[in-house]
C-alpha cells in the first residue's frame, strides 16, 4: 500500500514540466478530483489500521509537494513568457527623458536685465502693434523720415497709423507719458522690420533699449552706464567708442561699437577689417521727445539707448548666422543650455 505512495511521489518529481501542456497533464495527473492522488486517498479506508498513520502522513505529503511543484512550474513558465513577449523588465534604467532649456535669446536678455537691474532699472513692456504716434511721431521723426516708408516698416493696409514697432522705444514713449521721473528703466522685446532674412539680417528681431531720465542726467552718465555694461556683459578686455551718429529722438546721438571678440581688434571678417562691432545705438533724449511726452526739458534731461539681443549673443557667443535663432535645431540649441 505505502509503496504506491512513494511509487508516485517518484513519479510526481521525475515528471518533465518545461511547456503549459505538461504542466496542464501534471495537474491532470496529480491534482484534479480524477487524478491518481485523490484515488490514492480514497483507498485510505482500505488500509489496515495500523498502517493508516503512515500512510495518511506519507499521502500528504504527496499531495503537498504536487501542489507546490504545480505553483512553483506556473509561476515559472509565466515569467518566461513575459520575458519572451516584451514584457517590462523594471529592473532596466528608464529612458532618459530630455530637458529642455532656455533659447539662447531668452539667456542673454536675462543677463542683459540683470545688469542693469543692478543699478536701478526696472523693465517695461508695450504692444507690438503699435500706433504711429508712439513708434515715430512723438519721438521726432519728421514725416517724411526714410523709417517710415514701405521698404522699413510694416504697416497695416487698412490703418496706416497702426504698425508693426520697428524698435522698442515707442515703449519709453509710453513710459514717459505714464510716469513722472526719475524713470530707469529697460524695454526688451521683439520688433519688426521689413527686411529680407540673410545671415545678419530678420524681419523681425529683438532689442532692448534703457531710458533714464532725472534731473542733471548728462552725457558722462550715459557713457559711464554703457561702459559699465559692457564690461559686466563681455568681460574686462573688451574696449568701447562712440561714434557721431543721428537719430531724430536724441540729440547728440551716438553708434555705440566694440572691439571685436573675435579678432580681439585685429581686424577679421566679422568687424569687416575694423577692429570694431557696433551693438547699438544712444544718445541724449531730445528735448522736442521729452516735451511730446508731457515731461518738462527744462527740468529733466536724461539719456537712451538701443541694441539688438541677436547682434549682442551673436557676439558674445561667436555665433555666424542669424538665421540659427529660429532654425529650431537642437544642436545648436542645446549648446546654450548650461549657460546663464
Ligand atoms: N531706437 C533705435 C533703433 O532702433 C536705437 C536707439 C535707441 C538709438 C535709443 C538711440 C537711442 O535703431
Same mark, same amino acid.
Given at each position: 500500500m505505502i509503496e504506491n505512495v512513494h511509487k508516485l511521489l517518484a513519479e510526481a518529481?521525475?515528471?518533465?514540466?518545461?511547456?503549459?501542456?505538461?504542466?496542464e497533464a501534471f495537474r491532470l495527473n496529480f491534482i484534479a478530483k480524477n487524478g491518481q492522488v485523490t484515488a490514492l486517498f480514497k483507498e485510505?479506508?482500505?488500509v489496515p489500521a495500523d498502517q493508516k498513520k503512515e500512510f495518511g502522513a506519507e499521502l500528504n505529503k504527496l499531495k503537498q509537494f504536487a501542489e507546490d511543484r504545480f505553483k512553483a512550474t506556473k509561476e515559472a513558465l509565466e515569467d518566461a513568457v513575459d520575458e519572451n513577449q516584451g514584457g517590462v523588465d523594471l529592473t532596466l534604467p528608464t529612458i532618459p527623458n530630455a530637458l529642455g532649456g532656455r533659447h539662447p535669446l531668452?539667456?542673454?536678455?536675462?543677463? %542683459? *536685465?540683470?545688469?542693469?537691474?543692478?543699478i536701478g532699472f526696472n523693465i517695461s513692456e508695450g504692444p507690438e502693434i503699435e500706433d504711429d504716434w508712439h513708434n515715430f511721431t512723438a519721438l521726432n521723426f519728421p514725416e517724411n523720415h526714410p523709417a517710415r516708408e514701405m521698404q522699413d516698416t510694416f504697416f497695416i493696409e487698412k490703418n496706416p497709423d497702426i504698425t508693426l514697432r520697428t524698435h522698442t522705444s515707442s515703449v519709453q514713449v509710453r513710459?514717459?507719458?505714464n510716469e513722472k521721473p526719475p524713470i530707469r528703466t529697460l524695454s526688451p522685446g521683439r520688433v519688426f522690420r521689413n527686411?529680407?532674412?540673410?545671415?545678419r539680417a530678420h524681419c523681425i528681431f529683438h532689442q532692448v533699449e534703457g531710458l533714464y531720465i532725472d534731473k542733471n542726467v548728462s552725457f558722462a552718465d550715459l557713457k559711464q552706464t554703457l561702459y559699465y555694461f559692457v564690461k559686466e556683459l563681455f568681460g574686462e578686455q573688451v574696449k568701447l567708442r562712440f561714434r557721431p551718429s543721428f537719430f531724430p529722438f536724441t540729440e547728440p546721438s551716438a553708434e555705440i561699437? %566694440? *572691439?571685436c571678440l573675435l579678432c580681439k581688434g585685429d581686424g577679421c571678417n566679422v568687424c569687416k577689417k575694423t577692429g570694431w562691432v557696433e551693438i547699438g545705438g544712444a544718445g541724449?533724449?531730445?528735448p522736442n521727445v521729452l516735451k511730446n511726452c508731457g515731461i518738462d526739458p527744462e527740468e529733466?534731461?536724461?539719456f537712451a539707448f538701443g541694441m539688438g539681443i541677436e547682434r549682442i549673443t551673436m557676439l558674445k557667443y561667436q555665433i555666424k548666422d542669424l538665421r540659427l535663432f529660429t532654425e529650431n535645431d537642437v544642436r545648436f540649441l542645446r549648446q546654450f543650455k548650461t549657460i546663464g
Open positions: 518529481k521525475a515528471f518533465e514540466i518545461s511547456n503549459a501542456e505538461q504542466l485510505f479506508r482500505n531668452t539667456v542673454v536678455r536675462e543677463q %542683459i *536685465s540683470d545688469i542693469f537691474a543692478r513710459v514717459m507719458e527686411e529680407a532674412i540673410s545671415a561699437d %566694440i *572691439s541724449m533724449v531730445d529733466y534731461s536724461g
